[in-house]
């Protein structure tokens, strides 16, 4: 009670309130420049400009626009012409659940605003990519913040608003990785928080939420969400209690997705859940023409044989051949299907082979080595997060180590590992923060 007086008397309030006014003064304001928005609002307006200045909304018209979106910008395009969802190559082949739903349908929306194939729409959509990479900065600096502190958390964020790499894809490719990749952070952020102290059925159904919009988005990264809310279990205290809490996570998440399930059972009249390419993606890496990547002439798009086939067949049942073919060769060559998959597993972080020729020069190892190094420091800053125990080093593990594993059964296109390049960047950078720490001491000879 003593201890409770002097505490509260008005003298040692004052000597407090004076020490915490001499204590603010002592801090030196940092200005907006130090501001998280204002970097990612430079970021994105570098990712503008180079939209702008540098034309790269001018997409090649190659066969009819292809690379404008590729299957996803077919769609786009047959929900635009008012055909739903469906025609993912050249030809009209009826409805479709080759993409997940959500990035197809907002392209769809600006080419009904802004002309299918534009260059209008095509600045749009960059555009589009480009606000969800700058945020991209936001979540990088608040998970960088919870785990490494403050001075790692804004070098990130200024790697990923000035990094070239992380520039490109918004930029380039009509694709959903900017969102994806966006999203995921965002869930990992969402971990972090829940992790903090008991969550409320609120927080839950919340944490719910966007793993269903990522399933709709990048059905791969759905991957995580068993390890995230293991981590959750392991992290809480009572974790028996937190069953119920466990299951408002996965209903709302289900709720989120539910839509286009029962869309794609009424139109196809089974189970599909999302998307249901993945047997020709499998098909096109793994046969007797193969060398462990894609062979061009299986897609329906290259191959006029495989095309009448899809038409013929129609997507399900096409699929389903795809299927029984991946099996067979499974069974048949499992040797080679394993020396394809430890090949595929390397391509995922060096980057498939590919001539790169600038100048008569052939710079294909030196592509190599820019996609290696940041993998590289990654796994160091992994290693080092994990042994200085670190928050959320088991969650950093799992995106590295559980995310790409379904891109390892098929073509590694380098765009598929822009999810996770923020949680990539995030770890080089600690990984550059501890080396700066050490201290190296040469001996030094003295004169006889």
Known sequence: MQGREETGSPAVAKNSFQAAGDSAQSVPRQGWTHSILFIVLIAFLLRLAVITIGHTYRITPRR???????EMGRIARAIAMGQGFSSPTDLPTGPSAWAPPVYPYILA????????YSNLSAWVILTFNSIFSALTCLTLYRIGEKIYGVAVARATAWTWALFPYAIYWPVRVVWEMSLSAFLLSLAFLLTLRMANEPPGPRAWIGFGLPWGLLALTNTA??????FCLLYLLWRLPQPSRQGVGV???VLAAGLVVSPWLVRNYAVFGEFVFVRDNLPLEMHMANNDQSSGLWTRSEHPGNDPEAMRKFQALGEIRFMEEKQQQVREFIREHPGQFLRFTFNRVLYFWIGPPQADIVAGYDLMIARHLMFILPAAFAFAGLWFTLRNRKLGGFLLACFLLI???????????????????????????????????????WPVRTGS
């Open 64 to 70: 009819d626009h292809f690379q404008f979106g590729w």
């Open 109 to 116: 929306g600006v080419f009904k605003l802004f002309g299918i």
């Open 221 to 226: 990264a759905l991957s995580l969400l068993p």
């Open 247 to 249: 299951g408002l996570c």
């Open 403 to 441: 995310y790409p594993l379904p891109y390892y059964l098929v073509n590694p296109f380098p765009r598929y590992k822009h999810a996770i390049e923020p949680e990539i960047i995030l770890l080089a950078v600690y990984l550059f923060g501890e080396a700066s720490r050490v201290r190296i001491h």
